[in-house]
Protein backbone atom coordinates (compact mmCIF):
# COMPACT_ATOMS: atom_id res chain seq x y z
CA UNK A 1 0.00 0.00 0.00
CA UNK A 2 1.17 3.33 -0.79
CA UNK A 3 -0.32 6.67 0.96
CA UNK A 4 0.54 9.88 -0.51
CA UNK A 5 0.58 13.10 1.82
CA UNK A 6 2.08 17.13 1.29
CA UNK A 7 -0.20 18.12 -1.20
CA UNK A 8 -1.68 21.26 -0.97
CA UNK A 9 -2.26 24.85 -2.43
CA UNK A 10 0.62 27.13 -3.28
CA UNK A 11 0.84 30.36 -4.91
CA UNK A 12 3.13 29.95 -8.20
CA UNK A 13 6.72 30.15 -7.22
CA UNK A 14 6.27 28.54 -3.90
CA UNK A 15 7.43 25.08 -2.96
CA UNK A 16 5.91 21.77 -1.87
CA UNK A 17 7.23 18.56 -0.96
CA UNK A 18 4.94 15.28 -1.36
CA UNK A 19 5.56 12.23 0.38
CA UNK A 20 4.75 8.52 -0.08
CA UNK A 21 4.85 5.82 2.44
CA UNK A 22 4.88 2.40 1.62
CA UNK A 23 3.76 -0.43 4.00
CA UNK A 24 4.76 -4.07 3.90
CA UNK A 25 7.52 -5.66 2.95
CA UNK A 26 11.18 -5.46 -0.11
CA UNK A 27 10.07 -1.51 -0.55
CA UNK A 28 13.75 -1.63 -1.49
CA UNK A 29 12.92 -4.04 -4.46
CA UNK A 30 11.04 -1.34 -6.34
CA UNK A 31 11.59 1.15 -8.80
CA UNK A 32 9.44 4.12 -7.29
CA UNK A 33 7.70 6.88 -9.21
CA UNK A 34 5.65 9.99 -8.99
CA UNK A 35 3.02 10.57 -11.64
CA UNK A 36 0.59 13.26 -12.21
CA UNK A 37 -2.66 13.61 -14.07
CA UNK A 38 -4.46 17.76 -14.62
CA UNK A 39 -8.15 17.55 -15.70
CA UNK A 40 -8.76 16.74 -18.79
CA UNK A 41 -5.48 15.29 -19.91
CA UNK A 42 -3.53 12.41 -19.27
CA UNK A 43 -1.44 11.11 -16.22
CA UNK A 44 2.13 11.76 -17.36
CA UNK A 45 5.22 10.88 -15.08
CA UNK A 46 6.91 13.50 -13.51
CA UNK A 47 9.42 11.74 -11.92
CA UNK A 48 11.33 8.36 -11.04
CA UNK A 49 13.93 6.68 -9.23
CA UNK A 50 15.40 3.45 -9.42
CA UNK A 51 16.45 0.67 -6.70
CA UNK A 52 19.90 2.06 -5.35
CA UNK A 53 19.53 5.85 -6.41
CA UNK A 54 21.96 5.61 -8.80
CA UNK A 55 19.24 6.89 -11.51
CA UNK A 56 16.65 9.74 -11.60
CA UNK A 57 14.31 10.51 -14.88
CA UNK A 58 13.17 14.11 -14.44
CA UNK A 59 9.99 14.86 -16.97
CA UNK A 60 11.16 18.13 -19.25
CA UNK A 61 8.53 20.24 -17.57
CA UNK A 62 10.00 19.84 -14.40
CA UNK A 63 13.70 19.75 -14.89
CA UNK A 64 15.35 21.41 -12.50
CA UNK A 65 12.35 22.16 -10.03
CA UNK A 66 11.63 18.97 -8.76
CA UNK A 67 13.73 16.24 -7.06
CA UNK A 68 12.86 12.76 -6.36
CA UNK A 69 14.59 10.91 -3.29
CA UNK A 70 14.31 7.99 -1.30
CA UNK A 71 14.68 6.73 1.93
CA UNK A 72 14.41 2.76 2.03
CA UNK A 73 14.56 2.42 5.64
CA UNK A 74 11.77 4.47 6.12
CA UNK A 75 10.25 3.34 3.00
CA UNK A 76 9.72 6.63 1.97
CA UNK A 77 10.03 8.35 -1.75
CA UNK A 78 9.35 11.84 -1.60
CA UNK A 79 9.42 14.57 -4.51
CA UNK A 80 10.51 18.51 -3.51
CA UNK A 81 8.59 20.92 -6.13
CA UNK A 82 10.27 24.29 -5.83
CA UNK A 83 9.48 27.03 -8.17
CA UNK A 84 5.92 26.02 -8.67
CA UNK A 85 3.81 26.99 -11.80
CA UNK A 86 0.34 27.30 -12.62
CA UNK A 87 0.92 24.37 -14.75
CA UNK A 88 2.22 22.08 -12.19
CA UNK A 89 -1.81 21.69 -11.09
CA UNK A 90 -2.89 17.94 -11.05
CA UNK A 91 -3.55 14.98 -8.78
CA UNK A 92 -0.07 13.67 -7.76
CA UNK A 93 0.37 9.77 -7.68
CA UNK A 94 3.31 7.51 -5.99
CA UNK A 95 3.78 4.50 -7.54
CA UNK A 96 5.83 1.12 -7.08
CA UNK A 97 7.24 -0.81 -10.09
CA UNK A 98 9.48 -3.75 -11.28
CA UNK A 99 12.97 -2.83 -10.75
CA UNK A 100 13.50 -1.92 -14.65
CA UNK A 101 10.24 0.01 -15.01
CA UNK A 102 11.55 3.26 -15.86
CA UNK A 103 9.89 6.17 -16.90
CA UNK A 104 6.67 4.63 -18.12
CA UNK A 105 3.80 4.93 -16.28
CA UNK A 106 2.60 1.24 -17.51
CA UNK A 107 5.48 0.00 -16.07
CA UNK A 108 4.17 0.86 -12.50
CA UNK A 109 1.84 -1.34 -10.70
CA UNK A 110 1.07 -0.10 -7.18
CA UNK A 111 -0.52 3.22 -6.91
CA UNK A 112 -1.38 5.38 -4.48
CA UNK A 113 -5.15 7.00 -4.39
CA UNK A 114 -3.25 10.59 -5.35
CA UNK A 115 -2.68 14.07 -3.45
CA UNK A 116 -3.59 17.27 -5.33
CA UNK A 117 -1.82 19.69 -5.92
CA UNK A 118 -3.04 23.71 -6.88
CA UNK A 119 -0.59 26.63 -7.69
CA UNK A 120 -2.43 29.87 -8.04
CA UNK A 121 -1.03 32.73 -10.17
Known amino acids: QLVESGGGSVQAGGSLRLSCRGS????????MGWFRQAPGKERETVAT????????YYAEPVKGRFTISRDDFKKTVDLQMNNLKTEDTAVYYC????????????????WGQGTQVTVSS
Open 95 to 110: AAGLPRAGSVSNGYSY
Open 49 to 56: INLSSSSR
Open 24 to 31: GGHFSSYA
